[in-house]
Protein backbone atom coordinates (compact mmCIF):
# COMPACT_ATOMS: atom_id res chain seq x y z
CA UNK A 1 0.00 0.00 0.00
CA UNK A 2 1.12 3.51 -0.28
CA UNK A 3 -0.04 6.22 1.71
CA UNK A 4 -1.27 9.09 -0.86
CA UNK A 5 1.02 12.52 0.33
CA UNK A 6 -2.40 14.65 0.80
CA UNK A 7 -5.11 14.38 3.00
CA UNK A 8 -8.54 13.01 1.58
CA UNK A 9 -11.66 15.46 3.57
CA UNK A 10 -15.16 14.79 2.97
CA UNK A 11 -16.17 11.62 1.50
CA UNK A 12 -14.77 11.92 -2.34
CA UNK A 13 -11.45 12.84 -3.47
CA UNK A 14 -9.76 12.28 -7.16
CA UNK A 15 -6.62 10.39 -7.32
CA UNK A 16 -3.60 11.45 -10.03
CA UNK A 17 -1.61 9.47 -11.39
CA UNK A 18 -3.72 6.39 -11.99
CA UNK A 19 -2.99 3.94 -15.30
CA UNK A 20 -6.03 3.29 -17.54
CA UNK A 21 -7.28 -0.22 -17.26
CA UNK A 22 -5.07 -1.45 -14.61
CA UNK A 23 -7.05 -2.63 -11.68
CA UNK A 24 -6.48 0.06 -8.78
CA UNK A 25 -7.30 -1.10 -4.88
CA UNK A 26 -7.71 1.66 -2.22
CA UNK A 27 -8.40 1.62 1.76
CA UNK A 28 -9.12 4.55 3.89
CA UNK A 29 -9.03 5.33 7.66
CA UNK A 30 -9.81 8.01 9.45
CA UNK A 31 -7.28 10.13 11.56
CA UNK A 32 -7.38 12.51 13.89
CA UNK A 33 -5.62 14.20 17.42
CA UNK A 34 -6.40 10.83 19.07
CA UNK A 35 -4.79 8.47 16.46
CA UNK A 36 -5.96 6.59 13.67
CA UNK A 37 -8.59 4.02 13.34
CA UNK A 38 -8.34 0.71 11.43
CA UNK A 39 -8.58 0.29 7.67
CA UNK A 40 -11.78 0.29 5.89
CA UNK A 41 -12.53 -2.72 3.72
CA UNK A 42 -10.63 -2.72 0.41
CA UNK A 43 -12.20 -0.75 -2.70
CA UNK A 44 -11.66 -1.68 -6.17
CA UNK A 45 -11.81 0.32 -9.49
CA UNK A 46 -10.24 0.33 -13.34
CA UNK A 47 -9.61 3.76 -14.59
CA UNK A 48 -10.76 4.63 -18.03
CA UNK A 49 -13.32 1.47 -18.10
Not at 5 to 32: D, M, Q, W
Not at 36 to 46: F, Q
Request: hydrophobic share 30%.
Amino acid sequence: WVRLPYPAEGTCTTVKLLVNGHTEEFRIRASNGNGEADYSNTATAVPGS
